[in-house]
């Protein structure tokens, strides 16, 4: 793909790990029009400071430092960094999309965090229709479950069941309830076999939902490392439960 070759680079280098064929799915000119936006956020730090202090100020509740300085050595705190994938997701600023391993640290019982300055903020429709998705999900609500896939662009009202309800199952693949173990080759499973959906369906995606599985990839890339089991339902609950006001 000639996008492929005209990323910025901590973009190109996330996107090893993203499907190409997840790219396909978004429509080429909205992808055309953001990539200005992310190289001036690469280069320029545009937007950095001002998402900086209001994530600070919000994540004050997990008690998450937030600090300008990048770290050699470091040690994660996997039920922290769900804590606050979630987190992110109810900030209505934006969020920090790279949350791999080497932006924290976890020394002296200071979890501290270095964003990079590879941001974004969801369209907010999208936002709160991907928070029903969730809160559909772990609460065990199918209706608000597949509303909101049907908000974000993923399922079409026009569908017959059959095809809504495979596409469901293909999108719970991302999720886990109870003692859940994070693979990030099954998470590229599958975000493949979506994507294929998805095009045989000839649906186009959102940017919002790429720029969503890059997050979900570092996330996995960061939590299998650990090589433990969570318990994401009980951690998801815990973040709607100081965040969702």
């Known amino acids: 793909m000639i996008l492929m070759r005209i990323l910025p680079g901590i973009l190109k280098e996330l996107s090893k790990h993203v499907p190409t064929v997840l790219f396909k ?13 992310i190289t001036r ?18 994540l004050t509740p997990l008690d998450i430092n937030l600090v300008h300085s990048p770290f050699v050595e470091n ?20 969020l920090f999309l790279d949350i791999r391993s080497h932006h924290f640290n976890n020394e002296g019982g200071e ?3 270095h964003p990079s300055n590879f941001w974004t903020r969801f369209d907010d429709n999208f936002r709160l229709a991907l928070l029903d998705v969730y809160e559909g999900f772990y609460l065990e609500m199918e209706d608000k479950y597949l509303s909101g896939l049907e ?13 809504k309800q495979e596409l469901a199952q293909l999108f719970r693949s991302q999720f886990g309830n ?21 095009l045989s369906k000839k649906v186009h995606i959102s940017k919002d939902f790429l720029y969503l599985g890059i997050y979900l990839v570092t996330l996995y890339s960061s939590l299998e490392k650990t090589k433990e089991l969570y318990n994401v339902k009980d951690i998801y609950l815990e973040a709607k439960n100081l965040f969702n006001a």
């Open 25 to 37: 799915t978004v429509e080429w000119s909205e992808l055309a029009s953001e990539l200005p936006k």
């Open 41 to 58: 956020r690469m280069l320029h730090k545009e937007g950095y400071t001002e998402l900086f202090m209001q994530q600070k100020e919000y």
């Open 75 to 94: 040690s994660m705190d996997g039920h922290k960094l769900l804590d606050l994938f979630f987190a992110q997701l109810f900030s209505p600023h934006g």
């Open 111 to 113: 979890f501290s965090w």
């Open 151 to 163: 908000k974000i662009g993923l399922i079409k009202m026009d569908w017959p069941e059959k095809d």
């Open 178 to 198: 109870n003692e859940m173990l994070f693979d990030l080759e099954e998470l590229q499973q599958g975000m493949v076999k979506m994507s294929h959906f998805m």
